[in-house]
Structure formats: C-alpha cells, structure tokens
C-alpha cells in the first residue's frame, strides 16, 4: 500500500467539506433559548444540587478539526522538485472520560482521557502549471491525557459561562513511524505535547449537567522525524500539529 499517492480519497475527505460546524455553531446560538423555559421556573434550582458535590464524572463527545502548521527549510527554495508543500485540513471525532474536581467557588481541576480519530494531510505540488500533486495522509488514534484548570462565572439562571486553560500528551497508536514498510515516507512522531485554551457554557438540569466547549490545541514540540534521504522530507524543517475541537459533556 502506498502512503504517498495522488489525489487520493478517503472517507475522511469525502466529508471534511460538510459544513459540521457550521451546525453545531447555529445549535450553540439556539441551546440558550430552547432551554429558557427550563431555567426560568427558577433561579439556580440544579445549581445549588451540584454545587455540594465536591467533585463529579461525565462523558465527553467531540468533533475536531486537525492539521500541521508547517515551517519550511532552506532548501525548499533551492527544490525543483516541489511548488509547495501545505496541510490540509481534515474532521475527526472524540470519545473520552470527564474527571472534575471543584477547587472553591469559580475554579476546577479537571482530568479528561479521550481517544481520538483524526486525520491530516501533508499535500505537495510540483512545478508547473500542470504540476502533479502528491498527498501524505496522516490517519491517527490518539490516546490524549489534556488536564484543563476552569475558571467559571457566577451563575445565573441554572447556567454559568467559562473558560479553560491547560496542557494535553497525546500517544498515536496507530503511527507508522516505527514500520519499516513506511522507510520511504515522511513521518511523524507518535508523541505530542499541547497546550490549550478554550471556552464553554455550563447548563444544570436536574440530573446532570450538560457543557458544550470550544477548544484550541496548539503544539509545542516538532512532530517531523527527519530523513535527508527524503525529498518531502528535506523541504520541511518543522511540523507542529493544531487542533480545533467542539466537545459536548455530559457530566454529573
């Protein structure tokens, strides 16, 4: 099987073009005013029951949207072989566990291992009008260890608005970077750090508590495992993955 092919198409780009999150951010706008009637018999009712658990557990689902920012090297401008080299973007899900932990009245610790599928692509041009282009995809499974700390507002009305700050490890354990068979391919390392910072909406309802957030996942460190053997590999100098995610968290 060949990990460098042209034009390809999987189900992941077949469908990363469908306007999701587009949806979920109209479905965001509308939760607040189909749930007024809720909140409205009273004020902070299913706040208060929660507010005496000192900490809680949940579920997460998620929606991501994932990519490399990519540095090129030197000798990208002196390559003939190539135009360009960029990444394109493509849609994944989440599933994970939610561990919080109440620290005072605004603030929370928060632990949240997730499993995620995702996937990205490396794309190449080649020179010329008529340039042939070549795409690296980058299909991952990653078990992801983000711990967030939660500032929150006070509430009003059985809901509160917050926002997030924290790091993220992330093991691929589906890479190819430790086959031999993927010699002759740029790879990536299984191994990422992240920082990321996001923002949310807390909703009490009687049995649980429903958060839908939005999440940015910066990379710290280069992913490239570099081979000078390799031309897609020699006019890239640093990749640095990036992450844009809607989670939804069914806590209680």
Known sequence: MHHLRCHQITFFESVQHLP?????????????????????????????????????????????????????????????????????????????????????????????????????????????????ILQRPIESVLVEMPFHVRYKSAPYHDFRLFVIGGVKYSFDVASDSRTRQASGIVKIAPTDFQVEYGAGIQFFFPYFIFSPELKISQGLNNVLIYNNQLPQSNVLEKVMSRTFTLSFHFEG
């Open 20 to 132: 999701v999150f587009k949806w979920a951010l109209f479905f965001l706008v509308l939760l607040p005013v189909g749930a007024q009637a809720q909140f409205s018999q009273g004020s902070n009712i299913n706040y208060r029951d929660f507010q005496q658990k000192p900490y809680y557990f949940g579920i997460t689902l998620g929606m991501n949207r994932s990519d490399f920012r990519i540095y090129h090297s030197k000798d990208f401008i002196r390559s003939d072989s190539f135009a360009r080299a960029e990444s394109v973007t493509g849609p994944g899900i989440n599933l994970g566990i939610v561990s919080n932990l109440r620290v005072g009245e605004y603030f929370d610790l928060r632990f949240l291992p997730t499993l995620s599928f995702i996937e990205r692509t490396i794309r190449y041009t080649q020179p010329g009008e008529n340039g042939r």
